[in-house]
C-alpha cells in the first residue's frame, strides 16, 4: 500500500477514533445517539464530497495518481453512511421496524437520507475489481448514481437542520461546484467530438 494510501486509511480512521473517544470520556454531550447519528452522517456526506474531488483535483500538475485513492474515500463515505443508518435503526429506534418504515414514508428529510443510501449501497458493493470486470461498461454506468446520492445526502441535510444552515449550504456550494465542474468538462467533450 502507497504511502498516500496508508495516509487517507488513517485519515478516514480518525473521525471514528474520535467519536470513539469521545463515548469513552463522556464527551458526546446531552444527547449522546443524536451526536453518534449526526456526526456519521456529516462524516458520511464529506467523504462522498470528497471523493467527487478527486477527479477534478486529478488534472492538477503533479496530482495524477489521485485516482486510486476514490475507491477508499468512496469506501470511507459508505462507512459512515452504514453507520449513521445503523445508528438510527439500532440506538434510536431499537430495531422497531414499523416505526422505521413509517418515519420513512411521514418525515421527508428521512425518506431523502434512505433513498441516498439505497442509491450508494450497490456502488458499495460493487466497488471491487471483480464487479468491475463483471459489470464491464454498465459499471461506470451504475456509479454515476454517486451524483444523485451527493445531491439527496445534501439535501437530506438540509430538511434535518432546523436553524443552522451554514454546513448545509457550504456541502452544497461544494457539491454545486464539483457538477459544474463535471458538466463542462461533458460539455467540452461534446464540442471536441
Known amino acids: 500500500m502507497s504511502p ?3 495516509m487517507l ?5 480518525l473521525p471514528l477514533f474520535w467519536l470513539l473517544y469521545g463515548a469513552w470520556t463522556d464527551g458526546l454531550g446531552a444527547n449522546p445517539i443524536e451526536r453518534i447519528i449526526r456526526w456519521n452522517g456529516d462524516w458520511a456526506l464529506w467523504w462522498l464530497l470528497l471523493t467527487l474531488c478527486v ?13 486510486r485513492l476514490r475507491r477508499m474515500a468512496g469506501l470511507f ?17 431499537y430495531f422497531a421496524w414499523q416505526d422505521i418504515v413509517l418515519d420513512v414514508r ?3 428529510y428521512i425518506t431523502v437520507g434512505m ?12 466497488s471491487t ?5 463483471r459489470l464491464g461498461r454498465h459499471w461506470r454506468r451504475l456509479h454515476r448514481g454517486v451524483y444523485p446520492a451527493a445531491l439527496l445526502g445534501v439535501l437530506h441535510h438540509f430538511l434535518m437542520v432546523k436553524a443552522d444552515w451554514r454546513t448545509p ?11 459544474g465542474w463535471r458538466v463542462w468538462i461533458v460539455h467540452r467533450r461534446i464540442r471536441t467530438v
Open 9 to 13: 486509511f488513517l485519515a478516514g480512521l
Open 106 to 108: 411521514k418525515r421527508p
Open 129 to 133: 475489481q471483480g464487479w468491475m470486470r
Open 169 to 179: 449550504a457550504l456541502e452544497a456550494l461544494v457539491l454545486a461546484t464539483l457538477l
Open 115 to 126: 433513498a441516498a443510501f439505497l442509491l450508494l449501497l450497490p456502488l458499495a458493493i460493487t
Open 4 to 6: 498516500l494510501k496508508v
Open 55 to 67: 477527479a477534478p483535483m486529478q488534472r492538477l500538475p503533479g496530482c495524477g495518481g489521485l485516482s
Open 77 to 93: 463515505s459508505f462507512f459512515y453512511l452504514f453507520l449513521h443508518v445503523l445508528g438510527y435503526g439500532v440506538l434510536d429506534k
